[in-house]
């Protein structure tokens, strides 16, 4: 594989690995480096918007996803004491996609799904359990200096261009010294994972569901044989404290009643952030997902918006890797970071806030709000297409 032709790709997850099967179609040489030993197994993201599905579907992506995930042709906002909700029907969508649902399966089944794709293809080379170190660039490409993990091996990885897919501790970000501008949200969340059956003790369940309950509010989305739930605490907990058996048992006990020793398949607690680079391109080292920017999970958009990045940024890099003007790469920053402030991060902090309303009266407010918008099919329907995160594509087509 001649550097002159390579792109490299430093993360292997879900962007980096997008990234990599679009440059592998387009025949462009690749390098994906990981610094893990192998495609994380780690639940995190698991919500498939529709776009993204039909972004996937050419690639055969889709159809596995769909044979290992579930469907979710509705998603609800619930007031959890009485059971009254906002019901959103993705069906109002069927004449804008293939894929009128969210798709709740595992990022990590997408990876992997990427991976053993690319595994068979010679144009495609996998580094796992490689570090970057350092990077130079020039007129004419870009040097990666790699180190094994273990601490022992030491490379350098030269290619025409860097994709910077490596998450919201990004290295290349860091090496590059850009400013991650934003804020940290005060609590603190615990993502756990329970086999308990939420849809056979509750009424009329969503497989996504948001609600507001008596102490503060959680969310259960239902994926193949598991209920994932986003709990949360109070910001004088440390992450240590807050996913600790106690306190997750007692936040399940808290919705459940009556029921005791919940089995947790997975427990991963973490801080929220709301941040974003100013410019996504840099010479050639080319920023995208978590890397370029992070926000709120509440509405599914982080991993969906970064896929969104890949598919426009592979885009203009094959033009330029075929001789396009370099400026296409100027034109991925100005489509899509304005995209990921107005769409997604703003948007996901407008999701955060409603949730975490306290006040009895503001809440019955809201869910009457919401209920008048699934009352009417067209008002639904304009909602859904913003936050199933078609607007955002639809906004960066408008900009040259």
Request: charge should be negative.
């Amino acid at each position: 594989m001649e550097w002159e032709r390579r792109v490299i790709v430093v993360g292997a997850g879900p962007v980096g690995l997008v990234a990599a099967m679009l440059l592998a179609q387009a025949k462009i040489p690749v390098t994906v480096i990981e610094a893990e030993d192998s495609i994380s197994d780690d639940l995190r993201a698991s919500t498939f918007h529709p776009p993204t599905l039909d972004m996937l579907d050419p690639f055969g992506v889709t159809e596995q996803l769909l044979h290992q995930g579930l469907t979710c042709p509705t998603w609800q906002i619930r007031m959890f004491e009485t059971a009254e909700r906002a019901v959103f029907d993705m069906s109002v969508l069927s004449d804008d996609t293939a894929h009128p649902y969210r798709l709740q399966c595992e990022q990590a089944r997408l990876c992997q799904i990427i991976h053993d794709k690319l595994a068979k293809d010679s144009n495609v080379d996998f580094r796992f359990g490689q570090r970057v170190t350092g990077l130079a660039q020039d007129d004419d490409g870009v040097t990666l200096h790699v180190q094994s993990a273990d601490g022992d091996g030491k490379d350098e990885i030269r290619g025409q261009y860097v994709i910077a897919a490596d998450g919201a501790s990004s290295i290349i970000r860091e090496l590059l010294q850009l400013e991650f501008d934003g804020k940290t949200y005060p609590e603190t969340t615990v993502l756990a994972s329970t086999s308990f059956p939420f849809h056979e003790h509750l009424e009329d369940l969503s497989n996504v569901n948001y609600c507001w309950s008596p102490t503060g509010n959680f969310s259960l989305l239902r994926l193949k044989g598991f209920w994932r739930c986003s709990l949360y605490y109070n910001p004088e907990l440390s992450m240590e404290e807050a996913a600790s058996d106690e306190r997750v048992q007692g936040q399940l006990r808290q919705i459940m009643p009556g029921f005791s020793n919940f089995e947790i398949l997975d427990r991963r607690p973490y801080r929220v952030h709301q941040r974003i680079i100013k410019k996504y391109n840099h010479g050639r080292v080319l920023m995208a997902g978590d890397s370029a920017h992070l926000n709120s999970p509440s509405g599914g958009m982080g991993m969906n918006g970064g896929i969104h990045d890949a598919f426009n940024l592979v885009e203009k890099l094959t033009a330029v890797c075929n001789g396009g003007d370099q400026d296409l790469l100027d034109l991925y920053t100005r489509q899509r970071q304005p995209v990921a402030y107005n769409q997604i991060l703003v948007q996901a902090d407008k999701n955060r806030k409603r949730m975490a309303e306290k006040d009895p009266a503001r809440r019955a407010e809201l869910l009457k709000d919401l209920q008048a918008i699934t009352a009417d099919r067209d008002r639904m329907h304009d909602y859904l297409y913003r936050s199933s995160m078609f607007s955002g594509l639809d906004e960066a087509k408008t900009i040259a």
